[in-house]
T-cell receptor
Framework: EAGVTQFPSHSVIEKGQTVTLRCDPISGHDNLYWYRRVMGKEIKFLLHFVKESKQDESGMPNNRFLAERTGGTYSTLKVQPAELEDSGVYFC????????????FGQGTRLTVV | AQSVTQPDIHITVSEGASLELRCNYSYGATPYLFWYVQSPGQGLQLLLKYFSGDTLVQGIKGFEAEFKRSQSSFNLRKPSVHWSDAAEYFCAVGISGGYNKLIFGAGTRLAVHP
């Protein structure tokens, strides 16, 4: 069974450019989460999808970040325009629809804004 | 406010020595507690979790953790460390009914000397 996959694994962009990160969850997982780790600090929650709906986006830092989940399958996280402080590792995770089950994490996308 | 504290940023142990990684949390309700590990170039892997029941939890790779409500702690232990255990370890508390909205600690980086 394929795990959670994220694309790209690394991205280096200039300040002001746009970057789109993609996450493919485990097939059949209704829940999809985005997290971010900035500058070796804590990994922080960004948002949670249940199927195609945003359940909780309380962790999104500002309106430069836009997350979508097309048809309840893969998800994209777009940063537009990127700022230096957006650099970090972006993790995606997915879990089944029933409670008390663990989330499975992808390898992360390392984003560097220069 | 909910928070997770991992007091040790870096720990170095000799191969074969015992290991204890500390984790303290602040959360008003009964917590769901997790330990994740990130090896170089890999994603976050769940080592073990505590939802309820026995406060001593066994995980993968020979790890265990003990939930102590009176101390708000969930320390991770291993009796004999292997060189392959060198990685970064994250303690996390799950909120929102266990749907994996996780609050992470800052992580503890473990180095293993031969």
């Amino acid at each position: 069974e394929a795990g959670v996959t994220q694309f790209p694994s690394h991205s280096v962009i200039e300040k002001g450019q746009t970057v789109t990160l993609r996450c493919d969850p485990i097939s059949g997982h209704d829940n999809l989460y985005w997290y971010r780790r900035v500058m070796g600090k804590e990994i922080k929650f960004l948002l949670h999808f249940v199927k195609e709906s945003k359940q909780d986006e309380s962790g999104m830092p500002n309106n430069r970040f836009l997350a979508e989940r097309t048809g309840g399958t893969y998800s994209t996280l777009k940063v537009q325009p990127a700022e230096l402080e957006d650099s970090g590792v972006y993790f995606c995770a997915s879990s089944p629809g029933h409670p008390n089950t663990e989330a499975f994490f992808g390898q992360g996308t390392r984003l560097t804004v220069v | 406010a909910q928070s997770v504290t991992q007091p040790d940023i870096h720990i170095t142990v000799s191969e074969g020595a015992s290991l204890e990684l500390r984790c303290n949390y602040s959360y008003g309700a009964t917590p769901y507690l997790f330990w994740y590990v990130q090896s170089p170039g890999q994603g976050l892997q769940l080592l073990l979790k505590y939802f309820s029941g026995d406060t001593l939890v066994q995980g993968i790779k020979g790890f265990e953790a003990e939930f102590k409500r009176s101390q708000s702690s969930f320390n991770l232990r291993k009796p004999s460390v292997h060189w392959s255990d060198a990685a970064e370890y994250f303690c996390a508390v799950g909120i929102s009914g266990g749907y994996n909205k996780l609050i992470f600690g800052a992580g503890t980086r473990l180095a293993v000397h031969p």
